[in-house]
Antibody
Framework: EVQVVESGGDLVQPGGSLRLSCAAS????????MSWVRQAPGKGLEWVAN????????YYVDSVKGRFTISRDNVNNSLYLQMNSLRVEDTAIYYC??????????????WGQGTPVTVSS | AVQMTQSPSSLSASVGDRVTITCRASQGIRNDLGWYQQKPGQAPKVLIYAASNLQSGVPSRFSGSGTGTDFTLTISSLQPEDFATYFCLQDYNYPWTFGQGTKVEVK
């Protein structure tokens, strides 16, 4: 079964750091772009970051540039999101998702169940 | 950044109704658009990719159309399991951006 499972969400104080993990199974992890997407409580979805199959390209939404780092370990089939200088507005459920590509168009499938991050004093 | 304007933000419908949701992009995005369904407490799942391609396993009552700036998700005959929130997502350029979502509620 193709699946991704996030972990690492927690309650953290503003200015703190957290590292999220995403364990992939059931597919050749090193052959896919991967993404992080978040959803603040009661709000819509926000794309956060993408990483290329070999980790050589990374893209971020402006609001996390310089604070968050996406990375991957293709040996251990894992995706990570290092989050530094956390702000209250980073509070959200963070989803890991595989990017499937069809003729240069991408879509997210599957998604994980999400891991909650709460930034509060 | 490409802005995705999704409408309506919510709608009330009955089982069997035809439902149409639209997304308008602030610039042309070819057909680089997907549609996702999210139910409460669950992760989203893809329904349509590349504007009009039905994801495997998704019922044929879902369809997508459009290119350039205007896109539509249609549910031909609403079923009880379709009451959910729907989002569009453009992957034309970075940052990828979602529409604000459309909540489909029971009338």
């Amino acid at each position: 079964e193709v699946q991704v499972v996030e972990s690492g969400g927690d309650l953290v104080q503003p200015g703190g750091s957290l590292r999220l993990s995403c364990a992939a199974s059931g597919f050749t992890f090193s052959s896919y772009w991967m993404s992080w997407v978040r959803q603040a409580p009661g709000k819509g979805l926000e794309w956060v970051a993408n990483i290329k199959e070999d980790g050589s390209e990374k893209y971020y939404v402006d609001s996390v540039k310089g604070r968050f780092t996406i990375s991957r370990d293709n040996v251990n089939n894992s995706l990570y999101l290092q989050m530094n200088s956390l702000r209250v507005e980073d509070t959200a459920i963070y989803y890991c998702a595989r990017n499937k590509a069809v003729a240069g168009r991408f879509y997210f499938d599957p998604w994980g169940q999400g891991t909650p991050v709460t930034v509060s004093s | 950044a490409v802005q995705m304007t999704q409408s309506p933000s919510s709608l009330s419908a009955s089982v069997g109704d035809r439902v149409t949701i639209t997304c308008r992009a602030s610039q042309g995005i070819r057909n680089d658009l997907g549609w996702y369904q999210q139910k409460p407490g669950q992760a989203p799942k893809v329904l349509i990719y590349a504007a009009s391609n039905l994801q495997s396993g998704v019922p044929s009552r879902f369809s997508g159309s459009g290119t350039g700036t205007d896109f539509t998700l249609t549910i031909s005959s609403l079923q009880p399991e379709d009451f959910a929130t729907y989002f569009c997502l453009q992957d034309y350029n970075y940052p990828w951006t979602f529409g604000q979502g459309t909540k489909v509620e029971v009338k």
